[in-house]
C-alpha cells in the first residue's frame, strides 16, 4: 500500500463530505472494499473520518486562533488541518511528531513547498501553545454549539424545546459511535443460540430489551461473521426494531410498509407474521425499493412485494380499508441519526424541518382512509424535533374524528421503556442519550 494512504484516503472522503455533501458512511464503505485496509486499519479510518466530521465546528474554532482569517486556504489544506487536530486533540494512540509528519507529507505530495510548510508551522504552532478552551465562550448556546459541534439554530431550538439539560446530554451523545445491534431472522435461528455463537467466536454481545429478536454488539465486526453473511442476523438499531414489536402483528394480515427502503423494518415485520399474509411495501425511488426486494430475498421472506410508489397516491391504487396494518416510517430530517451519519447535522435547516413536517402530515392525511376499521398504524420517525412528531400527529388526530392514539400502546412497551422520559399522550420520543440507540419516536393509532 502507497505511503500514507490511509490519510490521504481519509482527507479524500473528508473533502467530498465537507465540500460536495457525499455521505460519509458510503464513501468510507467504498474505500474500505477498494483499498484493502487491515481491520485495524479500518478502524483508523473510520475513526478519522467520523470523528472529524463529527467535531467541525470544534476544529473550525480552534483553527481560526491560529490562522489570519484573511488567509486564502484551499479546501483540502483546511481540511487536512481538521483531521491533523482532530487526531492530536482526540486520539491519544498517534504520537503529535508522526501526525505532524505525515500531514506535512501529504501536504507535499499534493501541493508545494509552500503549503507544507504552512502545515508544518499551523501545527508546530499548535502543538507549542495548546488548544483555546472553549469554556471561556460567554454565551451558553453558543459554547454549547462549539464545544459539542452541532450548529447554533439546532441548539436554540433543541433548548426552547426540551430545555438546556435535555439538550446537552443530546448534543454530547451525539459525539460517539452508539454500538452496533442486530436481529435474529427467527425461522433460521433463535436468540440465545446466536448470542452463544457469536460469544464462543469472541465477540461480546448481550441480549436488546426492545424486541426478542434484538442483540446489541459491543464488539467484534458482526459484517465478517457467517451468521451475518449468511442471512441470519440483520443489522438495525434497537430503536428501529421496536416498530414492528409495536404494530401488534399476526399471520395472514395484509400489512402496509409505505415508506420501506432500506427494508429493515419491513423484513422485521414479515419476520414477525412467520412469513404469513401480505407485506406491500413502497419507496418513493425505484432503485430503493429494489433494496428492499434484495434484502427479503436474502432473508427468505417471500410475502413482501416491494415497489415504486409516491404513498401519497397509494390511495388511488387500493380500497378504502384494504389494510389490517399501516406502518408509516415518514420522511425526517433525521436528527437522531447523528451518532451514525454526522454529517446530517450540517446539511439541514429548519425550513428543512417544516417542510418535512407538511409531507409528513400529507402522508398521513393520505394513507388514513386505507386502514380498516379496528386496525392499527404506527407513525415513526428517526428525529427528535417535535414539529415532525408530536405536533404531526396532534394535527392529524384534530382533523380525524375517526383516529385516536391507542391507549395499549403503552402498556406493550418493553419493560424498560414504561417510564421512558419521553413517553406523552402523542407517543415515545426516545433521546439518542438514554438507551445507546438513535433518537427515535413512535406512535400507534387505531381506528375506531
Known sequence: MAKYQLRKTALDILVRVGENGGFSHLLIDRAIKTEGFSDRDEGLLTEIVYGTIQRRLTLEYYLDHFVNPKKKMQSWVKWLLYMSIYQMEY??????????????????????????????????????????????????????????????????????????????????????????????????????????????????????????????????????????????????????????????????????????????????IAEKMENKGEVHAYDLHSKKAKVVAKRALELDLTIIDAKQADSRELHTVYQKEHFDRILLDAPCSGLGVMRGKPDIKYHKSEND?????????????????????????????????????????????????????????????????????????????????????????LTRLIRK
Not at 374524528?401 to 426516545?430: H, N, S, Y
Open 91 to 268: 486520539l491519544s494512540k498517534v504520537p503529535d511528531h508522526a501526525i505532524i509528519h505525515e500531514s506535512v507529507e501529504i501536504a507535499k505530495q499534493k501541493g508545494h513547498k509552500g503549503v507544507s510548510s504552512f502545515v508544518n508551522g499551523i501545527l508546530r504552532n499548535i502543538q507549542r501553545t495548546g488548544l483555546p478552551d472553549v469554556k471561556d465562550i460567554s454565551d451558553q448556546v453558543q459554547r454549547l454549539s462549539i464545544e459539542t459541534s452541532h450548529p447554533k439554530w439546532l441548539v436554540h431550538r433543541w433548548m426552547n424545546m426540551y430545555g438546556a439539560e435535555t439538550t446537552e446530554k443530546m448534543c454530547r451523545a451525539n459525539l460517539f459511535h452508539k454500538p452496533m445491534s442486530v436481529r435474529v431472522q427467527p425461522m433460521k435461528i433463535d436468540r440465545h443460540s446466536a448470542i452463544s455463537r457469536l460469544r464462543e467466536e469472541g465477540y461480546e454481545v448481550e441480549a436488546s430489551q426492545f424486541s426478542a429478536q434484538g442483540i446489541n454488539v459491543l464488539k467484534g465486526n458482526i459484517l465478517k461473521n457467517a451468521l451475518f453473511q449468511s442471512g441470519m442476523l440483520t443489522i438495525q438499531d434497537q430503536s428501529s426494531m421496536l416498530v414492528a414489536e409495536m404494530l401488534d402483528l399476526e399471520q395472514e394480515m395484509v400489512v402496509l410498509d409505505a415508506c420501506s427502503a432500506p427494508g429493515g423494518k419491513t423484513t422485521h
Open 353 to 441: 424541518i417544516v417542510s418535512l413536517a407538511g409531507v409528513q402530515l400529507e402522508l398521513l392525511e393520505n394513507l388514513s382512509s386505507l386502514l380498516k376499521k379496528g386496525g392499527k398504524l404506527v407513525y415513526s420517525t428517526c428525529t427528535v424535533d417535535k414539529a415532525e412528531n408530536e405536533q404531526v400527529v396532534e394535527k392529524f388526530l384534530s382533523s380525524h374524528q375517526e383516529f385516536e392514539v391507542d391507549r395499549q400502546f403503552t402498556t406493550e412497551l418493553p419493560q424498560v421503556l414504561k417510564d421512558a422520559e419521553g413517553l406523552t399522550k402523542w407517543g415515545l420520543q426516545i433521546f439518542p442519550y438514554e438507551y445507546d440507540t438513535d433518537g427515535f419516536f
